[in-house]
């Protein structure tokens, strides 16, 4: 599941995001409104623009509000114009047909223009449906920053959204997204951080929706009323055959890279104290089928009676779950798939198929290497098997065992509960034109490759 679906309401993460992303902005003292107002409309007035926005800007074209952002790096005064294309005082409420206005990012030089760009395009027709409730659209500025939250009613399901915009140099640093199916009985949810490029995903389906209730009452005492899923996003990677054969052995894993810690990041599913200064996992899928995956633990313990009191991975795999069934009646539920368990001890990558006994055989090969901080990880390189196909279910847990008795604390790329299959997690490519993933300095990191263009808004309704 993609981390840029929906949510049902913000939380600590966003909480988190939002406090990132303003101590990355350059506060600055606000700059005195600028004399030449009139200067600014007839330069935001006469900008073409793309798309709905027509090479010429719609008659009237009027600056209605120009709102102080600071200044950027280079001591640019910062400036957030509100521009109308109608002549109503009332333009920014529901009407029918809807009427156009903007926010553009206004850049003075020495007191003239010296650039702009387009930031929110919008058009409020109420962001509704007949009989449902009203929508809502707020645009907020701040120093170097711009937000928009945004809340949709079209046929009563549920759609919201909060973006937040360093404004100079042009930048995405934060989104949350929640949705509403109403008439699927299920919910979205994403927040993603394009500072540490992380993010995670929640997803939730009420059992037998589409069942009457006497049908729905055994399924939800067998399965409970609610199937939940929340991970982390694992990014699926094309790196090429040379990462696959050798590469993956010397490139430390950054931001390209999954991160858990069950501390923040990722989940703790299992004991207390998770802290990544004594554990951390990050993984990557490839294009090629695979996993690599790097564990950092200050102290590995091996030689364990058992294996499970040992330090180790756990992989648990399925195949692709399509999430429609948990709509349906108890046929439907029993067709859903199994999930399949392997243990991989981190000492020496040896394998133990565990829960479900799977017959696939699973290839790791293990490559003890340095991070990009010096401290020791051990890196994995796991084969996952063709018989779940291109793009199974995939969670992976590591199990931190200090005293090599018991396991401390199990941390895992998705909430895992090991009877429900649809709790394990999945990966998703990027989306396209927004990040690629270099190596530098011998670490793989995304590097933000967003452009904008001069005529196009950043944000779009």
Not at 219 to 224: A, D, E, T, V, W
Not at 299 to 323: C, K, N
Not at 412 to 418: G, K, R, V
């Amino acid at each position: 599941m993609s981390p840029w679906r929906g949510a049902t309401r913000p939380g600590r993460w966003h909480i988190d995001l939002l406090l990132i992303a303003t101590a990355a902005l350059a506060a600055a003292p606000s700059h005195a409104l600028p004399t030449g107002e009139a200067t600014i409309e007839k330069v935001l007035c006469a900008t073409p623009r793309a798309g709905t926005q027509a090479a010429a800007q719609p008659a009237p074209c009027r600056l209605v509000k120009l709102e102080s952002a600071g200044s950027d790096a280079a001591g640019q005064a910062l400036f957030v114009a509100e521009v109308a294309h109608s002549a109503e005082a009332d333009f920014a409420s529901p009407h029918d047909p809807c009427l156009p206005y903007e926010y553009d990012l206004v850049v003075l030089a020495g007191g003239a223009v010296a650039r702009t760009q387009p930031l929110a395009y919008v058009c409020n027709d109420g962001l509704t449906s007949p009989g449902c409730p009203a929508g809502s659209v707020v645009f907020t500025v701040g120093p170097n920053r711009f937000e928009r939250t945004y809340e949709a009613y079209y046929g009563c399901n549920v759609s919201r959204s909060h973006e937040v915009f360093q404004l100079s140099p042009l930048k995405q640093l934060a989104e949350e997204s929640d949705g509403e199916r109403t008439a699927a009985g299920s919910t979205d949810r994403s927040e993603w951080d394009w500072q540490r490029y992380q993010g995670r995903s929640e997803q939730t389906q009420e059992i037998g929706f589409g069942e009457d209730e006497a049908t729905a009452r055994p399924l939800h005492q067998r399965y409970g009323e609610t199937a939940r899923r929340s991970a982390v996003w694992i990014p699926r990677l094309d790196l090429g055959a040379d990462y696959s054969t050798k590469d993956w052995r010397s490139l430390a894993l950054g931001t390209c890279a999954a991160r858990v810690t069950g501390d923040g990041d990722g989940f703790l599913v299992f004991g207390g104290g998770a802290d990544p200064a004594t554990a951390e996992l990050r993984v990557l899928a490839t294009a090629r089928d695979e996993l690599i995956v790097e564990v950092y633990d200050d102290r590995v313990v091996s030689g364990a009676t058992s294996w499970l009191d040992d330090d180790h991975l756990e992989l648990w795999l399925a195949p692709a779950i399509p999430w429609s069934l948990l709509e349906g009646g108890e046929d439907a539920l029993d067709a859903l798939p199994t999930e399949s368990q392997w243990g991989i001890r981190l000492s020496d990558a040896k394998v133990f198929p565990a829960r479900g006994k799977p017959s696939s055989a699973l290839t790791v090969e293990r490559q003890a290497a340095t991070r990009a901080d010096g401290k020791p990880v051990v890196r994995l390189r796991i084969e996952i098997p063709a018989a779940l196909g291109n793009t199974p279910q995939v969670t992976v847990v590591y199990s931190d065992s200090d005293e090599g008795r018991r396991q401390e604390r199990l941390i895992a790329t998705s909430d895992l509960d090991a009877k429900r299959a649809w709790t394990l997690g999945d990966s998703d490519p990027p989306p396209a034109n927004r990040v690629r993933c270099e190596a530098r300095a011998g670490v793989l990191d995304f590097v933000d490759a967003q452009q904008y263009r001069a005529d196009e808004s950043a944000i779009s309704q």
